[in-house]
């Protein structure tokens, strides 16, 4: 009986660190996402900076 316990308690453990290793690679794979989408966003404010700029320079030339 004991040994039946101690077993149940090992397949359990071996659950629980599949899904941490799990966890940590999904934790991982949205860390890199994260990364490349804050990389687009600087991108894109850069090009609407550019765009914007250029608009100021065509309404300061309308009389």
Known sequence: MDLEIVL???????????????????CQRLREENKDLLAERSRVRSELDRIIGKLDEVGEEVP
């Open 8 to 26: 149940r308690l090992e397949s359990r453990v071996d659950r629980l660190i599949e899904l941490k290793d799990s966890l940590e690679a999904e």
